[in-house]
Structure formats: structure tokens, C-alpha cells
């Protein structure tokens, strides 16, 4: 899903979307057969493994490897969605920032390499550890190449190395998405029939904490100023561990447990010969025609089209918002601990807002909570604008840090209002002969339409932003060769329009816009007939 919070510009942690159907339809009738009769028996041998088991007893320890796989997934995450808050305290330019948000977009772009996931792997090692263990071999070795370099990376002369920090944790981002797809996919047979549901508990409190291991909880014990005054005694320069210190610890806990993953983790293989090759996976090449067909169609084009414009209007506000309060001087630790008191309302909205979108017309509560998330935005700029007048002696009062968080609970509603109510009406008009590769792609384009917005936003504060130089006659700064010379004359560089509020501006009458002539056409799709959503290519 998308997140948006003060801790990362973009959808740093994305909750799961449905798990996909890769397959598309069967070349003949006795193959169909023969997939079926492979699925009944491993279903009745799993029935006869688990028939003494009461509950969950019997596979909490496949269980326990489910939510550790998840919580490793998450640490990356959650370390790539620290480093703007890292990078915003070294100065560094927002086109840069824009360009290392492009290290969130492979969890948005999975689809497109998931079929392969699923259908290529060595049947003798196993379907799910043929991916899941290189890729969690490479996410180590990664890591620890960052604990080598990344002091240098982040503290060279002409400032951080924005572009090969974006490389590094682009294939980072990347290896953690293909290691979801095998995780995603294992969590199906490794938990029998009547325990399977737990996959999505496993994931959700798994990827969550991983996260909160890799942003909040770093954040706070890299911060000097967090461990002196609550974790030390007497006051160090520097936090309790460094960026380098904490990608080696997490670099080596990945080569070691991914080795034992390897060695004494057996996948459950039933099926011999023919029958292991399932329906799902007939072909790689039929669950791309299989995207493209579904995509074809008039009511799903015209979603996807909506879904991929609707957030614009908010991407100012959630791509830009911390990072200017850190500019006015929050510390990056405070914003990143805010995140914690939020956990219990992200936890409970889901449950109480599907009430309300349980119905046949969920978009209603989509385009009802689309004009408030657009006043929280303009509530936001008039938060920034506030701070600095706030700050005294190094702090703010704890009044200020009310504010923000009723601010960001505010926002939190309005996001999971129009979140939920987008993946009730996906399920809703979704294929049921292929509704894991409905939803899946439904989802994608969903999670792009946060992506593309976010990135451009963090692109157009610079250059929508005016500064003229004071004290040094004949300078100029709109440059940052012309900012050096204004500095090097003895003046300074002050900013006289800040482009956050002109976007914060353009943002709500683009999204103000949106909601009137594309939201009631969105409100308009719910009155479709089913067939009209219904694939032709599979019947």
C-alpha cells in the first residue's frame, strides 16, 4: 500500500497485495486434469500430515521462519527509507533526493518479474529457496559492501554520492521485492490449508518490524543527541552504532541465516515428475499476454488511468513534508519515533473503515475522504511555515510534537479511508478465474500512482524555489556555482519563495481539479456491469 509518513518521502513500506496467479489458461483439457489430481494430493498428504495437529501447534516453526524471513525483508526497507532523512542533514539538493527516491520503485514494479519467480528454478533445491537464497546471499554481501563504503559514499568532499548510493540501494530494494515474491510464495505450502491465513499475519507484523529495525530504531541509536540524553551517562560526538556498524551487523545475520535456510530448511515437494508443473506456472509467456489482456479493457484501462493521476494532488505533502521540517530544524530521530504512537490506528483504521466499504459502491468513501487528505496537505505547508518560529534554544516544546501527531494521525484517516476503499473495489470487480493477477496488477498500477508524483515532486522544489543574494552586490543564486561566488563576496544566499509552498499550492487545485472532473467519473465505474470487468482472453 502506499505509506506516507514523516520518516520517508515514499512508499518505503508497502503492505502486500494479493498473492498472484501466474497462470493463465490451460493448452488442453487432460492437462487441467493432471493439475488438479497433483493439487488433491498434496492437499489429502497434507490433510494426513497435519490431521493430529491441533491448530497451530504443529507448524510454529514453520511459522517463526515466516515471520524472520519477513522481518529480513523489512530491514532494508526500512534502512533505504532512513537515508533521505540521512542525506536531508547533509545539505544535499532536492533533484538529488528526487533521484534517490527511485530506490523505492521496485516494490511497485515486481510484476513485471514475478511470473519468472514463479515458473524458473531448480526442482531439486526447491520452487521457493532457488530464488529466495541467492537473493538473500546478495542482499548480505550488498550490506556489507555499504559498511565498507558508505562512510566514504556519504562524506566525500563535493558532498554525499548521491548516484551511487541510488545504485546500491536500488538492487538493495530490488533483491528485497524478488525475495517477497519467493516468500510470498513458500508461506502457501509451507503452511498447511487450515493455517495458511497466518501467512498474511506473519507478513504484516514480520515486514513491520523489519522496518521499524532499520529506520525508527537506527535512526534513534545513530542520533548523538538521542543516546545522550537518553540512553548515556556522560555525552559521546557520536550515536551508539554508525550506518557502517549497523548494515555490517545486518549484512553478516543475513549470509548466516540464509546458510542455515539453505542447509537444513527442506521445501515440501509431494509432486513428482509431470504433476510438479502446475497450472500456475504452464508459462511465463502467457502471464504477460494473460497482464496485457486484462489491461485491454475499456473499464480497466480507464481505472488504471485514474489510479495512475488520482494522488498528484497529495504529492507534495507526502513526498516533501519531513524533510522540510527537518530543514527547519526537527530532528531526524524525533520524526522517525513519531512513526511509533501510529502503529495501534494503522492497525485498527483497516478494520473499522471496511465497515464502511464492505458495501457494492466503496469508492463513495474514496472520493468523500479525497478533499480532506487535500486540506491536511495545505495544513502541513502551514505547519512547516510555523516551526522555525517555534524553536528555542536547539528544541521544540512538547505542545509542537502534539500538533504533529494529531496532524499525522489526521492524515493517516484520510490515507487508509481511500487505501482501504481502493482494495475493497479491486476485489470486488476482480476476475475470480484470475483474481490474483487482477488484483496484483490493479495494485501495481496503484502503488505507481504514489511513485511517479512523489519522485517529480522532490524534482520541482529546487527549481521552483527563488533566493537572491544579500550583501555581496552583482551575485546572484540561482545556481549553485552562483550561490558559491555570492558566498565567496561575503553575502549570503536567502530564500525568498520556498517551492514547497508553490507546489503545496498547485498540488491541491491540480488535486482540488481532479476530484471534481475525474473523481465523479471514478464514483461512475461502480455502476458497470460485472461482464464489463470480466476477462474474454481466458473464456
Not at 501447534?57 to 534502512?79: D, H, K, M, S, T
Not at 541467492?134 to 548521491?162: A, C, R
Request: proline residues 4%; glycine residues 8%; charged residues 15%.
Amino acid at each position: 500500500m502506499e505509506h506516507s509518513d514523516f520518516t520517508t518521502h515514499k512508499n518505503g513500506r508497502q503492505r502486500k497485495v494479493a498473492v498472484m496467479d501466474t497462470g493463465g489458461t490451460s493448452s488442453s483439457e487432460p492437462d487441467v486434469e493432471d493439475d488438479t489430481e497433483s493439487l488433491i494430493k498434496v492437499l489429502n498428504f497434507e490433510d494426513r500430515r497435519h490431521r493430529n495437529r491441533p491448530g497451530i501447534r504443529g507448524q510454529l516453526g514453520n511459522v517463526a521462519l515466516l515471520l524472520f524471513l519477513y522481518v529480513l525483508q523489512g530491514i532494508p526497507l526500512g534502512l533505504a527509507g532512513s537515508i533521505p532523512l540521512i542525506l536531508q542533514s547533509k545539505s544535499v539538493s532536492y533533484k538529488d533526493q528526487a533521484f534517490f527516491s527511485f530506490v523505492f520503485w521496485p516494490f511497485s514494479l515486481k510484476l513485471l518479474w514475478a511470473p519468472l519467480v514463479d515458473a524458473l528454478y531448480f526442482s531439486r533445491f526447491g520452487r521457493r529457496k532457488s530464488w529466495l537464497v541467492p537473493t538473500q546471499y546478495l542482499l548480505g554481501l550488498f550490506m556489507l559492501y555499504l559498511s565498507v563504503t558508505v562512510n566514504s559514499l556519504m562524506q566525500s568532499e563535493g558532498g554525499p554520492k548521491v548516484l551511487t548510493l541510488t545504485a546500491v540501494f536500488f538492487m538493495l530494494a530490488f533483491l528485497a521485492a524478488t525475495q517477497d515474491i519467493a516468500v510470498d510464495g513458500w508461506a502457501l505450502t509451507m503452511l498447511s490449508r487450515e493455517n495458511v491465513g497466518y501467512a498474511s499475519t506473519c507478513n504484516s507484523v514480520g515486514q513491520t518490524a523489519g522496518y521499524f529495525l532499520g529506520n525508527v530504531l537506527f535512526l534513534a541509536l545513530e542520533s548523538a543527541d538521542f543516546c545522550n540524553k537518553y540512553l548515556r551517562v556522560e555525552p559521546q560526538d557520536t550515536g551508539i552504532v554508525t550506518l557502517s556498524e549497523f548494515l555490517f551487523f545486518w549484512g553478516i545475520v543475513f549470509l548466516i541465516s540464509t546458510t542455515l535456510v539453505a542447509v537444513m530448511k527442506r521445501e515440501n515437494e509431494h509432486v513428482k515428475g509431470k504433476q510438479r508443473v502446475h497450472k500456475e506456472t504452464q508459462g511465463v509467456m502467457e502471464t504477460y499476454k494473460l497482464l496485457f489482456s486484462i489491461i485491454k479493457m475499456p473499464t480497466v484501462f480507464t481505472f488504471c488511468s485514474l489510479l495512475l493521476t488520482a494522488k498528484i494532488g497529495f504529492s507534495a505533502a507526502d513526498a516533501v513534508t519531513g524533510l522540510k521540517l527537518m530543514e527547519a530544524g526537527v530532528p531526524k530521530e524525533q520524526l522517525a519515533l513519531l512513526a511509533v504512537p501510529m502503529v495501534p490506528l494503522q492497525i485498527l483504521l483497516p478494520v473499522i473503515i471496511s465497515k464502511y466499504t464492505a458495501g457494492p459502491r466503496p469508492l463513495d468513501i474514496f472520493y468523500k475522504a479525497f478533499p480532506f487528505r487535500l486540506l491536511i496537505g495545505l495544513g502541513y505547508a502551514l505547519l512547516v511555515w510555523w516551526t522555525p518560529s517555534l524553536k528555542h534554544e536547539g528544541a521544540f516544546p512538547v505542545y509542537y510534537y502534539a500538533i504533529v501527531l494529531l496532524s499525522y494521525a489526521l492524515h493517516q484517516v484520510a490515507l487508509y479511508s481511500m487505501y482501504v476503499a481502493c482494495m475493497a473495489f479491486h476485489a470486488k470487480v476482480s476476475d475470480p478465474l484470475i483474481g490474483g493477477t487482477y488484483m496484483t496488477l490493479l495494485n501495481t498500477v496503484t502503488n505507481l500512482g504514489g511513485n511517479w508524483p512523489s519522485t517529480l515532486a522532490l524534482w520541482m522544489v529546487d527549481p521552483l524555489t527563488f533566493k537572491e543574494c544579500q550583501g555581496a552586490v552583482g551575485q546572484s543564486c540561482g545556481s549553485p556555482e552562483g550561490a558559491g561566488l555570492c558566498v565567496k563576496e561575503g553575502g549570503v544566499c536567502v530564500t525568498t519563495l520556498d517551492g514547497y509552498y508553490v507546489e503545496s499550492v498547485v498540488c491541491v487545485v491540480i488535486g482540488l481539479a481532479w476530484w471534481v472532473w475525474f473523481g465523479k467519473k471514478m464514483r461512475r465505474l461502480q455502476d458497470q456491469k460485472p461482464a464489463a470487468w470480466k476477462c474474454r482472453a481466458i473464456r
